[in-house]
């Protein structure tokens, strides 16, 4: 929506610079660069809990000086999902109508449910224009729409934990440390904010679920990985609650307990070195840091 407003005040001001000019004659905003686009290249939306529905919402602008009027058509286009089994298009028809009091229109899609209690992986399909009628189109002329699967073995402890520790450089410290799903192995997940300071990039750690098998218990992070920012070299390694004994190999362990809401490094701390043979650091945490879900 920014990007299209910024477009637009482009071509305000573009035409009001013509006019001055000439103090006797009026504006003339002209629309042959007006156009239509999706608000975002893309949007996730989680899938509705087993027997419901859930009706969400795309959005489509118009970027015009004087709001010209003109009626738009899109379509969906199946991916791994599918139209009347995943999702539905509200106005089956698919039609936008745009003028000067209406710039910003919506396209409702239906999803449901099919899977929901098993997980089958997150499900996408694409919206795209089929006419713009008598405007552009713009470039963000499709949209992507992600039906996330809310039925992940690892959403315990997916999403973020504020942190609480002590830094090797600055004392007691609390961050927000984060964990993502990987979109091909669902016993990985991505760490981001692992440390207090700005962390560049991330890193990976395996799960290990408890007995019952559905109950996320561990995570083991390989030390002297690098992290996925590939502008800056930036390796973990892992240190003592001492801040003596540093380790750049074999797996710094993060413990998990209250089914996700709680999370330690109970044996090694994170620290990212920059520069392992100067003994260079962007930072350092002692073992013993803790987390709590938010």
Known sequence: MKKILLYTSILVLGALAAASCNLNSYPVFDDNDAFVAFDATGYQFNEPEA?????????????????ISTTVSYEAVDSTAIAGVDFDLLDANGVLNFDSENRTQTIKIVLYSPKAGA???DKA???????????NAGSESSCVITIADID?????????????????????????MTFE??????????ISGIIDSQTIGGFYGTVTMAADGITPESISVPLGQQSTETTSTCFLYGIDAQGVNIESSGNMTIEITNGGANIAFPTLGPALCADPSAGSYYGIILAGCTGVKN
């Open 119 to 121: 997980y089958t992986g």
């Open 125 to 135: 399909f694409t919206l795209k224009f089929k006419s713009t009628g008598s405007v």
């Open 51 to 67: 027997g419901l529905t859930d009706t969400v919402d795309v959005y489509v602008t118009l970027a015009s000086v004087a709001g």
């Open 181 to 190: 799903k990987d979109e091909e192995d669902v016993t990985v997940v991505w």
């Open 152 to 176: 992940h073995p690892l959403n315990a402890i997916l999403g973020s934990y504020t942190m609480s520790g002590t830094s090797y450089f600055n004392g007691p410290v609390s961050w927000n």
